[in-house]
Every structure is written in structure tokens, then in C-alpha cells.
């Protein structure tokens, strides 16, 4: 069983920046692909960010590609969200999702993690 809880998200105005953390326990923390997705009002949840176990390799999505940065640092088991250059359509509830995959698979799929955080809400204003 994996816990995680997400932090850092509020309002910020367009062009601004923030910081998401997730918090994780429960599991080996370096044997979890971790992802970022976030659902928008009346949208369905759509993948943000992931990283590997290792840290090593990262996907993103396009529309964020440039302007956020997924990290993670295995010693405290957390990974972060570095959010800049935020626009109004970024406006959305952020979640952190985990699962155990190899320690270099990476996942983009909603339907591939099993353990999911409660979420925070973003909320850019323009």
C-alpha cells in the first residue's frame, strides 16, 4: 500500500510560478514510477509529468513541455512539480500517482498507477 500527499498549490496569477510536492510512503520509494496528472472542471484527467524509479528519464506532456520540470529526490521519498510560465489553462486539480514498474519504465497512462494522492488545487488567474 502507498500513501501520497500532495502539497503547494494555490493561486497564482498567469506567468507565475509553483512548486507541487507529493509526499509518498508505504513502498520502496525508488521502486515507484511516480506520474503528475491533473483534471480540470468538467474534463477528464489528463497526464502532466512522469519520472522513472531512477529519476533518470521523464516524459511530459506537450502542453507543459518548456515550462514544467518533474523531479524527485529518493532520500526523502518525494517528488516535485516545478510549474513556471503558468496560463489561466493551467487551472486544474493536480494529482501525484504511483505504481511499481521497473526501475526504468516509465508510465503516461491514468489507467497505469494504481495508488493516487487526494489532490491540490491549482488556480491561475489571468
Known amino acids: 500500500q502507498v500513501q501520497l500527499d500532495e502539497s503547494g498549490g494555490g493561486l497564482v496569477q498567469a506567468g507565475g510560478s509553483l512548486r507541487l510536492s507529493c509526499a509518498a510512503s508505504g513502498l520502496p520509494f525508488s521502486s515507484l514510477t511516480m506520474g503528475w496528472f491533473r483534471q480540470a472542471p468538467g474534463k477528464e484527467r489528463e497526464f502532466v509529468a512522469a519520472?522513472?524509479?531512477?529519476?533518470?528519464?521523464?516524459s511530459y506532456a506537450d502542453s507543459v513541455k518548456g515550462r514544467f520540470t518533474i523531479s524527485r529526490d529518493n532520500a526523502k521519498n518525494m517528488v516535485f512539480l516545478q510549474m513556471n510560465s503558468l496560463k489561466p489553462e493551467d487551472t486544474a486539480d493536480y494529482y501525484c500517482?504511483?505504481?511499481?514498474?521497473?526501475?526504468?519504465?516509465?508510465?503516461?497512462?491514468?489507467?497505469?498507477?494504481?495508488?493516487w494522492g487526494q489532490g491540490t488545487q491549482v488556480t491561475v488567474s489571468s
Open positions: 519520472l522513472t524509479g531512477s529519476g533518470r528519464s521523464t
Open positions: 500517482a504511483a505504481d511499481r514498474y521497473p526501475r526504468y519504465s516509465i508510465r503516461t497512462s491514468s489507467s497505469e498507477y494504481h495508488y
